[in-house]
């Protein structure tokens, strides 16, 4: 057995006959309560009916002993199959955007020019900063220290390091569109 009894599966007293509407009726909510902990919502029924297509297709030779134990066994194949397709899935669909992905330009003399002139006036806009914001901006992001250090360092509150991070980060913002 998979160690699946309890609350997974209520067998009835005697097993249905070989005929699949007693196999749902009779193990259906098992099969949805054991799919809705390992798969989404929205593939519960349609697992649950690749578990009963399986064993309609399936020929037996002898009855089954532990239908449970068997339903379960296919359930959790179609689990593992259900993963490994939408695992080739997603794959497949990552290499068609890579494929598809437009391929950056080569650095043209244009593209230079414009990367220099935005880092210029980056640079100009982080200059012209009032000299307390342009200090507490220069240790958050270029010591890479908290505010709560930023605030110690300055002798301030932490509440006024982020009060100086947001007028910085405004100013910048609005110097950097001017310059469009």
């Known amino acids: ?5 309890g609350p997974y599966l209520t067998m009835p007293a005697s097993r249905p006959d070989s005929d699949i509407e007693a196999w749902v009726s009779a193990y259906g909510p098992g099969l949805r309560r054991y799919f809705r902990r390992r798969a ?4 519960v029924d349609d697992l649950v009916q690749d578990v009963f297509l399986r064993l309609q297709a399936a020929k037996f030779s002898a009855p089954i002993d532990n239908v449970e134990g068997y339903l379960f066994a296919t359930a959790r194949n179609v689990l593992i199959d259900a993963y490994r397709q939408r695992a080739r899935s997603n794959a497949a669909a990552r290499e068609k955007w890579a494929a598809e992905a437009p391929t950056s330009d080569p650095l043209s003399p244009e593209r230079i020019a414009i990367g ?3 880092y210029r006036r980056v640079v100009e806009a982080i200059v012209n900063l009032p000299p307390r914001a342009r200090e507490a901006f220069e240790l958050h992001r270029f ?3 908290t505010y709560q250090a930023i605030a110690q360092r300055m002798g301030i509150t932490k509440e006024s390091v982020k009060e100086l ?5 405004v100013r910048i913002a609005e110097d950097m569109e001017v310059g469009q």
């Open 1 to 5: 057995m998979l160690g699946l009894e």
């Open 40 to 43: 989404s919502e929205a593939d």
């Open 116 to 118: 220099q002139d935005e």
């Open 143 to 145: 010591e890479h220290l």
């Open 165 to 169: 991070m947001h007028r910085a980060l």
